[in-house]
């Protein structure tokens, strides 16, 4: 009996080294995705400031974008402990949202040679959300577009039954694998591809939505569906 305790305490070292790493592994993902975030709104809000002089970018989209890197800071601020910053819900106008947000993005693609296209609802698109979670999803969404997709690229905003859905469609070569996959690659912290559709998709299952893929003919189209708020409100924020 007494030839068994080494190795029973072998084990339970091994056992506790384990579960440290997978721990340490967790925190050091959630320092590499606040960073993710912060790159995205910091470079969008460079460009939109080079376009100002030139095209007379509203500085609300821009402000809009440092709100989100900040969002985003404040993320990085509780990542060792393993949280993130608390969700603030409110109601949101998805479609207002999208069109200040569409502003900086269309600096991005001209950047990059793409065409963005913004399709608003034909009622208001009404959701109870964190504001500038929402705007972390969309643009993550519309950056994998930007950055993996190309062409035509358009963001349709429409209010389905008791849902709300923000579809993005690009021209581009598709996911090289299924969204699933892709999420999982990320949570592991094998490669970069599949991070911002793992955000989006964390902040939408936190929404009570999801994310998930729908055919197309070319590219890749992504779908992001939200409960649609139950009641009106009289007036939503704007984004």
Do not use: F, K, Y
Request: proline share 5%; charged share 25%.
């Amino acid at each position: 009996m007494l030839t068994l305790l080494p190795t029973l305490g072998l084990v339970v070292a091994l056992v506790l080294l384990a579960r440290e790493r997978r721990a340490a592994s967790a925190r050091a993902e959630l320092v590499t995705r606040a960073c993710h975030e912060v790159r995205g709104p910091l470079t969008a809000a460079h460009l939109a400031l080079h376009g100002l002089g030139r095209r007379g970018v509203p500085v609300a989209a821009v402000e809009d974008e440092l709100w989100r890197a900040a969002r985003a800071l404040a993320d990085l601020a509780v990542a060792p402990a393993g949280e993130r910053a608390l969700d603030a819900p409110e109601a949101v106008d998805v479609g207002a949202l999208l069109r200040r947000q569409t502003t900086s993005w269309r600096a991005a693609a001209e950047a990059r040679g793409c065409e963005l296209h913004l399709r608003e609802p034909a009622v208001a698109a009404l959701v109870r959300a964190d504001r500038l979670r929402l705007a972390q999803a969309t643009a993550n969404l519309v950056g994998n577009a930007l950055e993996h997709g190309g062409g035509r690229i358009e963001v349709r905003v429409a209010r389905v039954g008791d849902r709300v859905c923000v579809e993005v469609t690009d021209e581009g070569p598709g996911l090289p694998a299924g969204l699933r996959e892709l999420t999982r690659r990320a949570h592991g912290g094998r490669g970069s591809r599949g991070r911002g559709l793992a955000i989006a998709a964390e902040i939408a299952e936190r929404h009570g939505g999801c994310v998930a893929t729908a055919p197309v003919s070319q590219g890749a189209r992504l779908v992001l569906e939200l409960p649609a708020c139950r009641h009106p409100v009289a007036e939503a924020p704007a984004g």
